[in-house]
């Protein structure tokens, strides 16, 4: 039997900041990680320079069914907390756009951080030890059997992350034993992901694949612009990666493929000055051209400019603002960056993370259902998340 004060499971960003947190504290803290190293999603995010925060968080950049909850663990670690401990590691960093903070060289240079600060603070992390099952033998008596024994602690921390990128070791693992001690689980779906096309939407798309530009993308109330690539099953790009977190199956997704331009007023002041112009000449000026000749054999009619009338050409402008999209799905978890749903916030607290049902029980990170933007949102949640856990438990 190996006693410690708090076990976490899960040594990713929220568990590793958790864990050097109540480090920290004096207290004896063990991170337990079924994979064969931690922080595996940190590696892997941003290109491998790890988008680690987003210096314009705010809670309205979160989606949970109780859309209060991130407000305190935010506005108490927020992006500029994080930002010292990188700087005091001397990590350059750069912003590439919107707030959003990359590593200048590597990733890897996060979670060398991460653990340079597990070791300071003595936590015992170990990797490719899979969990069994957990017992909770009385209250604050927690046993995690494992095949590297079997550890206790009167607090137990949940930081096994979403179902995204299951490649990565992801699994329900979580969700699974959140409902064990009684806790609801919302409903998951994959988030911050690519869309489908299929049939002859996917067919008028096909040729397509490789093309970007930058769009407008509208569902259910959310709209933001960003650039859209066309890839050979639908639809990528920061712009539907972001709207993909709002719709589902059936929902309306219309695209402005002319963000920031009056396509009317455009296309009449074409028309005066040219002519005898081709559409597809026309909006290739501002389209990429394959993509304008794709819309004038399949949506639009192609002829001289003089040849629209006024009513055709504000159809014309209509389609090219409001572009209606028929996608048949995501690419699911595989490819998703992040899982919508989790553990119901209604039953945790939003200071410490603890279970309002067991004692000594917390759940931090992607388990729980507060999902970021894309932009380095999310990992803004895990560190502000695994902090407000990790100076709360055993207090």
Not at 240 to 262: E, K, M, T
Request: aromatic share 8%; net charge neutral.
């Amino acid at each position: 039997m190996h006693d410690y004060d708090v076990l976490i499971i899960g040594g990713g960003a929220a568990g590793l900041m958790c864990a050097f947190t109540a480090g920290r504290r004096g207290l004896r803290v063990a991170v337990i990680e079924h994979a064969n190293r931690v922080g595996k999603k940190i590696l892997m995010s941003g290109g491998g320079r790890c988008n680690f925060t987003n210096t314009g968080t705010t809670p309205a950049n979160y989606l949970s069914g109780n859309p209060h909850f991130c407000k305190s663990a935010l506005a108490r670690y927020t992006p500029w907390h994080f930002i010292e401990m990188v700087e005091r590691h001397r990590i350059a960093y750069h912003e590439k756009e919107l707030g959003q903070l990359f590593c200048d060289e590597s990733s890897k240079l996060i979670v060398k951080m991460l653990m340079d600060e597990c070791t300071a603070a003595g936590v015992r992390v170990l990797t490719s030890c899979g969990v069994d099952r957990v017992e909770a033998m009385g209250e604050r008596d927690f046993r995690v059997h494992t095949a590297a024994g079997t550890f206790r602690a009167p607090a137990l921390v949940v930081a096994t992350g979403g179902l995204s990128i299951p490649s990565m070791g992801a699994t329900g693992f979580g969700y699974e034993l959140a409902r064990s001690f009684g806790h609801a689980v919302l409903p998951t779906r994959a988030g911050l992901v690519p869309l489908t096309l299929s049939g002859t939407h996917q067919q008028r798309f096909a040729e397509l694949s490789g093309v970007a530009f930058p769009v407008t993308a509208e569902a259910n109330g959310a709209s933001f612009s960003n650039q859209m690539l066309i890839t050979h099953r639908g639809l990528s790009g920061p712009s539907i990666l972001q709207i993909s977190s709002f719709w589902q199956p059936g929902d309306a997704l219309v695209l402005d493929l002319l963000p920031g331009l009056d396509a009317l007023d455009f296309l009449e002041a074409q028309r005066a000055a040219r002519p005898a112009a081709m559409l597809h000449t026309v909006l290739a000026e501002v389209l990429p051209k394959r993509f304008a000749q794709r819309l004038c054999e399949v949506w639009l009619t192609d002829r001289p400019m003089k040849q629209f009338t006024p009513p055709q050409l504000r159809e014309a402008a209509a389609l090219l603002q409001r572009f209606p999209v028929t996608a048949s799905g995501t690419e699911g978890y595989r490819t998703a960056e992040v899982t919508l749903g989790g553990v119901d916030t209604h039953e945790l607290s939003s200071t410490t993370m603890e279970s309002r049902r067991v004692p000594g029980l917390y759940f931090v990170g992607e388990v729980v259902d507060v999902t970021g933007w894309l932009g380095g949102y999310n990992f803004q949640w895990a560190w502000a998340a695994g902090h407000a856990c990790g100076g709360a438990v055993c207090a």
